[in-house]
C-alpha cells in the first residue's frame, strides 16, 4: 500500500471526529519522508518545537482509552462515536508500524499519532489536547 493511500485512510477515518478534552479539536494528516527511527528529539525537532519542550511517550491503546470505551448510558449518538474512533485506531494499528503517541507540551499538549509506514517514512495524525 502507498504512503499516500494510508494518508487517505487516516484522514477517511478520522474525518469528522473531534478528541475530547477541555477543548475539542480536529484531527490533521502528518507524514514526514524522514525514515529511521523516531525519537523524541527528533518528532520535536519535525514539528517545530523547542528542544527543550516536554514530551510523553505513551500507547496508541493509552492515548485513546476513553474515546474507545462505550458507557452503559451513552446513546446512540455516542455510541457510533465510539465505533468510530475505535475504526480509526484499528487504521492506524493496521497501517502503521511502530505506532506511538507523543504528547508535547504540558496543559496545552500537541499530540502526534506517529507510525512507520511500509514504505518507511513517518504518518499519522496530530491534534490538540488541553488539560489544566
Given at each position: 500500500?502507498?504512503?499516500?493511500?494510508i494518508t487517505?485512510q487516516?484522514?477517511?477515518?478520522?474525518?469528522?471526529?473531534l478528541?475530547?478534552?477541555?477543548?475539542?479539536?480536529?484531527?490533521?494528516?502528518?507524514?514526514w519522508?524522514?525514515q529511521?527511527?523516531?525519537t523524541?528529539?527528533?518528532?520535536?525537532?519535525?514539528?517545530?518545537h523547542?528542544?527543550?519542550a516536554?514530551?510523553q511517550?505513551?500507547?496508541?491503546?493509552?492515548?485513546f482509552?476513553?474515546a474507545?470505551?462505550e458507557?452503559?448510558w451513552h446513546?446512540?449518538?455516542e455510541r457510533?462515536?465510539?465505533?468510530?474512533?475505535?475504526?480509526?485506531?484499528?487504521?492506524?494499528?493496521h497501517?502503521l508500524?511502530?505506532?506511538?503517541?507523543?504528547r508535547?507540551?504540558?496543559r496545552?499538549?500537541?499530540?502526534?499519532?506517529?507510525?512507520?509506514t511500509?514504505?518507511g517514512e513517518w504518518?499519522?495524525l496530530?491534534t490538540?489536547?488541553v488539560?489544566?
Amino acid at each position: 500500500m502507498t504512503d499516500s493511500t494510508i494518508t487517505t485512510q487516516l484522514s477517511s477515518a478520522a474525518q469528522g471526529l473531534l478528541f475530547l478534552s477541555e477543548t475539542d479539536a480536529p484531527f490533521e494528516i502528518v507524514h514526514w519522508s524522514a525514515q529511521g527511527e523516531l525519537t523524541p528529539a527528533k518528532l520535536l525537532q519535525l514539528t517545530e518545537h523547542p528542544p527543550d519542550a516536554p514530551i510523553q511517550v505513551v500507547s496508541v491503546e493509552e492515548f485513546f482509552a476513553i474515546a474507545t470505551a462505550e458507557e452503559d448510558w451513552h446513546d446512540k449518538e455516542e455510541r457510533e462515536t465510539v465505533q468510530r474512533f475505535e475504526n480509526l485506531v484499528s487504521t492506524l494499528k493496521h497501517n502503521l508500524s511502530q505506532l506511538q503517541v507523543y504528547r508535547v507540551g504540558d496543559r496545552s499538549i500537541d499530540a502526534y499519532i506517529v507510525g512507520v509506514t511500509d514504505g518507511g517514512e513517518w504518518a499519522g495524525l496530530s491534534t490538540q489536547v488541553v488539560e489544566t
